[in-house]
């Protein structure tokens, strides 16, 4: 079965992860659910958080501390539930004032004191903040039950309990499932004996084979409420997660922490699924998802906070390399510590079309302008980009640029000639607090242009914007048909 971005039918993997979420709701709807809370065992010798202890129902669940670009070390901690319950935060500091992010989760904690309460009835990735600062935030992530956990005895499951665990490099094969238990956590580390395969990289690092991979298979999972930790490698060692001309593949579930280079990663791919998966990742070059020359993809559900892109789509490798087409970015929570949030960044040596962003939070960009913004779109190779849409996206925090739209050359870009824009849309995109964010349009030349770019019902800090100037949106010469309409009602285009 394949991925169609008009129709939206799904592959198996897909269809799989996104019916385990449906029955929620659905029997939601229908009757209540008895409260269910499953809590992961706690690995011996974890340190637990100095800032926060957390009881879900009455019960406790353990929490972790991990090292951030801004703001000292967060705090994080994961359960699974069904039905409505009640979360109950205690924070060794003051408490003044408490944000439950996003925002557009509606909740309201009740706060006494020190203790924080508030009610919970659907999955959700949550960051709580006190006293008005992202400093030292506490991350819960409350996930859907678990359908079909597999078995530690079937012969096709990597399989990894509660405890503390070393892996070395993995390829995955045909029908083939690597599988994290909650209360897992899986720390790699360089063997002695192991020579890298690159010796020095752009960044002078010493580059070692890929921690899992999966490379010209099909039906291939990587799942579990289990954690990643890359902090014992060194910069740049291991690409974490690498699906390679892979055919239905999905990654869900996991936490990954402080990767040293990408995270979840994607080449000549088809029917992808990466859903509900969590990264904090304090190191540069930990971009959070990469779709790279791939087709038939779906990330939904993920909470993302690197020190690079957080969802990107790119196409790294040339013709006969396949475009990267049919994309969907839904229901997603991003924290932009330093690059772009989410979009198309770079590298850009194949076209790339049909990708859609629709219904995500980014409750920071902290990004400070040069070609990073909170949306991007950003051609250093010859492809042209066309039919990209940014839909229902709520910035509760911009640093500097909420749009760069750009195409030119930097040190990411191989080919010769620059590339193209052709059709972007930006619709209910609303920045929330923070600065009044600018966006820019520069394409590269009388050939290479950004054209027919509309922002439709844009507002910054509740102010809807009617015009360019407006919303502090600016272009160059060699950008054609760039308008803001509002209400349906078209503005002047921009010649």
């Known amino acids: 079965m394949k991925i169609q971005f008009q129709t939206n039918s799904l592959s198996r993997a897909i269809l799989t992860t996104l019916t385990a979420m449906t029955c929620l709701v659905v029997a939601s709807a229908a009757a209540p659910i008895t409260p269910q809370v499953v809590i992961y065992p706690t690995p011996a010798g974890e340190k637990p958080s100095e800032d926060f202890a957390v009881k879900v129902n009455g019960l406790p669940i353990f929490i972790y501390t991990v090292a951030t670009l801004h703001g000292g070390s967060a705090s994080f901690g994961s359960f699974d539930f069904a039905g409505?319950?009640?979360?109950?935060?205690?924070?060794?500091?003051?408490?003044?004032?408490?944000?439950?992010?996003?925002?557009?989760?509606?909740?309201?904690?009740?706060?006494?004191?020190?203790?924080?309460?508030?009610?919970?009835?659907?999955?959700?990735?949550?960051?709580?903040?006190?006293?008005?600062?992202?400093?030292?935030?506490?991350?819960?992530?409350?996930?859907?039950?678990?359908?079909?956990?597999?078995?530690?005895?079937?012969?096709?499951?990597?399989?990894?309990?509660?405890?503390?665990?070393?892996?070395?490099?993995?390829?995955?094969?045909?029908?083939?499932?690597?599988?994290?238990?909650?209360?897992?956590?899986?720390?790699?580390?360089?063997?002695?004996?192991?020579?890298?395969?690159?010796?020095?990289?752009?960044?002078?690092?010493?580059?070692?084979?890929?921690?899992?991979?999966?490379?010209?298979?099909?039906?291939?999972?990587?799942?579990?409420?289990?954690?990643?930790?890359?902090?014992?490698?060194?910069?740049?060692?291991?690409?974490?997660?690498?699906?390679?001309?892979?055919?239905?593949?999905?990654?869900?579930?996991?936490?990954?922490l402080d990767a040293p280079c990408w995270g979840v990663a994607m080449f000549g791919s088809r029917h992808v699924a990466v859903r509900n998966v969590k990264e904090i990742c304090r190191r540069e070059n930990s971009d959070g998802i990469?779709?790279?020359?791939?087709?038939?993809?779906?990330?939904?559900?993920?909470?993302?906070?690197?020190?690079?892109?957080?969802?990107?789509?790119?196409?790294?490798?040339?013709?006969?390399?396949?475009?990267?087409?049919?994309?969907?970015?839904?229901?997603?929570?991003?924290?932009?510590?330093?690059?772009?949030?989410?979009g198309i960044t770079s590298e850009t040596r194949r076209n790339i079309a049909h990708v859609l962003f629709q219904n995500c939070d980014i409750i920071h960009d902290l990004s400070n302008g040069g070609d990073c913004a909170a949306l991007a779109i950003l051609v250093s190779d010859s492809g042209t980009m066309s039919d990209i849409r940014f839909e229902d996206i709520r910035v509760e925090q911009a640093n500097h640029t909420l749009v760069n739209c750009w195409i030119g050359a930097d040190m990411w870009g191989h080919d010769q000639e620059r590339g193209r824009i052709n059709g972007i849309r930006f619709k209910n995109i609303a920045v929330t607090g923070g600065n009044f964010p600018a966006s820019t349009f520069t394409g590269c030349d009388s050939t290479h242009l950004i054209e027919n770019v509309t922002f439709e019902n844009l507002r910054i800090n509740g102010k809807l914007i009617t015009d360019l100037a407006g919303g502090k949106i600016s272009s160059n010469l060699f950008t054609r048909n760039l308008r803001v309409i509002s209400d349906d009602k078209p503005q002047p285009i921009a010649q």
Do not use: M
């Open 84 to 256: 409505q319950i009640a979360v109950t935060i205690t924070s060794t500091r003051p408490v003044t004032s408490v944000k439950v992010l996003p925002a557009s989760y509606g909740i309201t904690p009740v706060v006494s004191k020190a203790q924080i309460a508030f009610k919970l009835a659907t999955p959700a990735n949550l960051t709580i903040e006190l006293n008005g600062r992202i400093d030292r935030a506490l991350h819960l992530f409350a996930n859907p039950p678990e359908r079909d956990p597999p078995k530690q005895d079937d012969p096709n499951i990597v399989y990894f309990g509660p405890g503390v665990h070393d892996l070395g490099p993995t390829r995955l094969k045909n029908n083939q499932t690597l599988y994290l238990a909650g209360g897992a956590i899986v720390r790699p580390r360089i063997p002695q004996d192991e020579k890298p395969t690159v010796e020095k990289d752009w960044s002078g690092c010493k580059c070692y084979r890929n921690l899992i991979e999966a490379n010209g298979v099909t039906h291939v999972t990587i799942c579990g409420r289990g954690i990643l930790d890359l902090s014992q490698l060194p910069w740049h060692a291991r690409t974490t997660i690498v699906l390679s001309h892979c055919d239905d593949a999905l990654v869900e579930g996991i936490t990954l």
């Open 290 to 342: 990469d779709i790279c020359n791939s087709q038939d993809v779906l990330v939904a559900d993920c909470f993302l906070r690197n020190n690079d892109d957080e969802v990107c789509v790119k196409t790294t490798s040339p013709a006969p390399a396949p475009d990267s087409q049919n994309i969907v970015v839904r229901n997603c929570v991003v924290w932009n510590e330093r690059a772009r949030g989410l």
